[in-house]
């Protein structure tokens, strides 16, 4: 699978974006689909995950209650919608999929297919 993310930009703190990741290939709906996140200077961690199975989601501590996590199978995308941005969240966010992984896997070394990220700046 082939992942492309997209809707990055400049926000003001307290406002919100919408980030999309589309996928081409097959079998889209049998891929747990994660976004992770990397700020300047430090390393690539987890945001977010939505599992294939059934749907469920899981949010890091630092992003829950404030992002949302979708996914629409019947046109390969999955969207992570984020309110209430703060400056920390600066950084290069990337979609990632792990064939019928785990909805909870948070490492890095756990998704096999990565997007080229998208620049989120949050100013404050």
């Known amino acids: 699978v082939q992942l492309q993310a997209s809707g990055g930009g400049l926000v003001q703190a307290g406002g919100s974006l919408r980030l999309s990741c589309s996928a081409s290939?097959?079998?889209?709906?049998?891929?747990?689909m994660a976004w992770f996140r990397q700020a300047p200077g430090k390393e690539r961690e987890f945001a977010a995950s939505?599992?294939?199975?059934?749907?469920?989601?899981y949010y890091a501590d630092s992003v829950k209650g404030r992002f949302t996590i979708s996914r629409d199978n019947a046109n390969n995308a999955v969207y992570l919608l984020m309110n209430n941005l703060k400056p920390e969240d600066t950084a290069i966010y990337y979609c990632?999929?792990?064939?019928?992984?785990?909805?909870?896997?948070?490492?890095?070394?756990?998704?096999?297919?990565w997007g080229r990220g998208t620049l989120v700046t949050v100013s404050s």
């Open positions: 990632a999929a792990d064939w019928v992984g785990s909805g909870r896997a948070t490492m890095t070394s756990e998704y096999a297919y």
């Open positions: 290939g097959r079998a889209f709906s049998r891929y747990t």
């Open positions: 939505i599992s294939w199975a059934d749907g469920s989601t």
